[in-house]
């Protein structure tokens, strides 16, 4: 079967957003597949990671387009003009007499939509087209965020009426990351975002999520499509790339007890609620713990606030995948922050690769919450209740020891979310969508067997 896989970011751009695609490609030739990789030579990323690309087969072509998309730290500063609260005084000076706002404003929220990267489309379509006729395609897989990439669905349709589209959202688009992350969020931001992503769903074969919790939104968002167009394949961790150790880590200098964020700090990860909540910890709970942070910070306000802890709080900058799994090794806890109800970060999934108990400050309905006590793999909080927090952060202290009788994950649940099974689960779902391929119905019961499909 002949793939064409279309991701805006591939390595050696580096970052969570890269790795689901990058997993596809480092795994699926094993799986029959002849894949073609489309992308970008110049993807706004948070930084690079050129060690994921020497793990993609010589066998894989990779093909990369030039974008117009901005650079990352300038298109991150445009955000925060249009979403920042600290803005808002300015926002409403700049609105003219009439009430209308400023020229400024309606430009950045306005001009590109669904986000910054439909920069990215003309080249994208043309891209595509050829490479769908030259290397005989038999299905297209296109994967997002970037959320305009789903914008080529509809050109190819007209194009190729008879290819097999699938769709992967790596995040539920309309219900959470508009209103968390989102580039602009303005009435006519949201018409777009609708219109787009139901152009795509009609016109796509398939379409994927990764949480069970966003498969469904989106079944029930278009009640009128074929209930088995929609699919569930979760992110996962990379066993190869796992320090995996369920010790306890070794006695470090400073005999401290040590919890460890691997991430971006951004709107849905925001650490207001638990900063507060150290900040009411016990002198002696303070005296022996220690929260580092490894990512970039993306609002200066949360630096500020980590900051203004001292010594409790240690920040590094954004580090390649390998040397970032590695630094969660020697530590005690894993942190994981999130007020998304409905995604899962990829880096829970990491998390769980690397046998480390997590604490989480997360929503508490959110799909989250419920993945960390059906594996058992940590405790929570409610993101939102200080209180609470603090409790978890005692009873992380008191209880010290990784190797606690309170931590007992489920091990085969979780072997369940290794990327190479995951990958076979994916190239199963191709074969069934791409008319007399062989072996369809053994590498479906596959997909059914580890626990993870529909």
């Given at each position: 079967m002949n793939v064409l896989l279309v991701t805006y970011s591939f390595p050696p751009a580096g970052g969570v957003g890269v790795l689901r695609a990058a997993s596809?490609?480092?795994?699926?030739?094993?799986?029959?597949?002849?894949?073609?990789?489309?992308?970008?030579?110049?993807?706004?990323?948070?930084?690079?990671?050129?060690?994921?690309?020497?793990?993609?087969?010589?066998?894989?072509?990779?093909?990369?387009?030039?974008?117009?998309?901005?650079?990352?730290?300038?298109?991150?500063?445009?955000?925060?003009?249009?979403?920042?609260?600290?803005?808002?005084?300015?926002?409403?000076?700049?609105?003219?007499?009439s009430g209308r706002p400023g020229l400024l404003r309606r430009i950045l929220e306005d001009l590109l939509l669904p986000d910054p990267q439909v920069t990215w489309l003309p080249a994208l379509a043309y891209n595509a087209c050829r490479i769908i006729a030259d290397r005989k395609i038999d299905l297209v897989l296109i994967t997002a965020p970037p959320f305009s990439s789903v914008m080529l669905v509809e050109k190819l349709r007209k194009r190729f009426p008879d290819l097999?589209?699938?769709?992967?959202?790596?995040?539920?688009?309309?219900?959470?990351?508009?209103?968390?992350?989102?580039?602009?969020r303005s009435p006519r931001a949201r018409r777009i975002a609708h219109r787009v992503e139901a152009g795509a769903i009609a016109n796509a074969t398939a379409v994927v999520a990764v949480t069970e919790a966003a498969r469904r939104l989106l079944q029930a968002r278009y009640p009128n499509e074929p209930q088995d167009k929609f699919h569930f394949i979760p992110n996962g961790f990379?066993?190869?790339?796992?320090?995996?150790?369920?010790?306890?880590?070794?006695?470090?200098?400073?005999?401290?007890?040590?919890?460890?964020?691997?991430?971006?700090?951004?709107?849905?990860?925001?650490?207001?609620?638990?900063?507060?909540?150290?900040?009411?910890?016990?002198?002696?709970?303070?005296?022996?713990?220690?929260?580092?942070?490894?990512?970039?910070?993306?609002?200066?306000?949360?630096?500020?606030?980590?900051?203004?802890?001292?010594?409790?709080?240690?920040?590094?900058?954004?580090?390649?995948?390998?040397?970032?799994?590695?630094?969660?090794?020697?530590?005690?806890?894993?942190?994981?922050?999130?007020?998304?109800?409905?995604?899962?970060?990829?880096?829970?999934?990491?998390?769980?690769?690397?046998?480390?108990?997590?604490?989480?400050?997360?929503?508490?309905?959110?799909a989250v919450r419920h993945l960390l006590e059906e594996l058992r793999a940590g405790w929570w909080a409610d993101s939102h209740d200080v209180q609470a927090i603090r409790q978890l952060l005692v009873e992380a202290v008191t209880r010290s020891d990784a190797q606690s009788p309170d931590f007992h994950p489920d091990k085969a649940r979780i072997a369940c979310y290794e990327r190479k099974?995951?990958?076979?689960?994916?190239?199963?779902?191709?074969?069934?969508?791409?008319?007399?391929?062989?072996?369809?119905?053994?590498?479906?019961?596959?997909?059914?067997?580890?626990?993870?499909?529909?």
């Open positions: 596809l490609a480092r795994y699926f030739p094993a799986e029959g597949i002849r894949l073609d990789v489309l992308t970008t030579r110049n993807a706004s990323a948070v930084g690079t990671d050129p060690e994921l690309l020497k793990e993609i087969p010589s066998e894989v072509t990779i093909r990369r387009t030039i974008t117009l998309d901005l650079p990352f730290g300038l298109k991150k500063w445009i955000k925060n003009r249009i979403t920042g609260r600290g803005r808002q005084r300015a926002i409403q000076q700049a609105k003219t007499q097999a589209i699938v769709v992967d959202f790596r995040d539920e688009w309309l219900a959470t990351t508009i209103d968390l992350v989102s580039f602009s990379d066993a190869s790339r796992m320090p995996r150790s369920l010790s306890s880590p070794a006695p470090r200098a400073d005999d401290r007890l040590l919890l460890t964020f691997i991430g971006t700090l951004y709107g849905s990860t925001e650490p207001t609620t638990l900063v507060e909540a150290i900040r009411t910890l016990p002198e002696d709970v303070k005296a022996i713990l220690r929260v580092r942070f490894i990512g970039r910070i993306e609002d200066p306000r949360f630096q500020q606030s980590l900051l203004e802890l001292g010594e409790i709080v240690e920040l590094q900058p954004f580090l390649p995948q390998a040397r970032a799994l590695a630094a969660l090794k020697e530590t005690d806890y894993a942190l994981l922050i999130t007020h998304d109800p409905v995604n899962v970060g990829a880096k829970f999934y990491d998390y769980l690769g690397a046998g480390k108990p997590i604490l989480a400050v997360v929503h508490p309905d959110g099974v995951l990958a076979s689960c994916y190239a199963g779902l191709l074969r069934k969508i791409v008319p007399g391929s062989r072996n369809a119905h053994a590498q479906s019961a596959v997909h059914l067997s580890v626990g993870i499909g529909e």
